[in-house]
């Protein structure tokens, strides 16, 4: 803990006492860790992203959600991951990644990610941002960010996910890939999803 504070210190070693002080998991490491998460180096926020997903407390998931914002992509999906491993208790926390994906265009593979994070938390919110990540945007990133996402909306419980699928079918400038969605839809049983159903099909091109 001395060593990860010391300013006088390399931060290379400073990293090395952060990265030690999350495999040991002691409560009493946490403010060490939390000063690491604000300092200038990027080293050492990198260090207590990644070791700070063995505190599930809410100063470390707060500190995690503001090194989520970092400029430095290793560490972005360092603090995913993290958050990640905290699950459910991170939740809210999770759920405003979305819309900082988004702004902040993250790539592909942090976005993936994030959808099995959010895939694990119950409850209405991280169905809605399962649901972002599954919308179709102008930045052009790989399909398979949202294919990922609409299957694990399609999972979610159908009265949650219902008014989300609807949405996504009804999206004129995606008519394709949408297995997943189509499958929940029916099984809801929902009578406005028969109609949707049937558009979507009716309007897919002819072979």
């Not at 360092?78 to 905290?86: E, G, M, N, P, Q």
């Not at 972002?132 to 399909?143: F, G």
Request: hydrophobic share 45%; with cysteine.
């Amino acid at each position: 803990m001395a060593l990860a504070g010391d300013e006088e210190e390399a931060p290379a070693l400073r990293a090395r006492a952060v990265t030690a002080l999350g495999r040991i998991g002691a409560h009493a490491a946490l403010p060490a860790l939390l000063g690491a998460a604000r300092s200038n180096s990027e080293s050492l926020r990198l260090r207590a992203a990644e070791a700070l997903g063995s505190f599930r407390t809410e100063e470390a998931i707060a500190a995690l959600a503001d090194l989520a914002a970092d400029t430095e992509p290793e560490t972005v999906r360092a603090a995913v991951d993290s958050l990640a491993r905290i699950g459910p208790p991170a939740a809210a926390a999770l759920c405003i990644l979305p819309s900082l994906a988004r702004r902040n265009h993250w790539p592909s593979n942090t976005r993936c990610a994030l959808v099995p994070a959010l895939a694990a938390c119950p409850g209405p919110g991280p169905t809605a941002a399962l649901a972002q990540l599954a919308q179709r945007e102008r930045r052009t990133y790989p399909q398979s960010v949202q294919a990922i996402a609409e299957r694990a909306l399609a999972e979610r419980p159908a009265a949650e996910a219902l008014p989300h699928l609807l949405r996504l079918l009804a999206d004129p400038t995606r008519r394709n890939g949408h297995g997943p969605a189509l499958l929940a839809l029916a099984r809801s049983g929902a009578p406005e999803a028969e109609a949707i159903i049937v558009q979507h099909f009716e309007n897919q091109p002819s072979s």
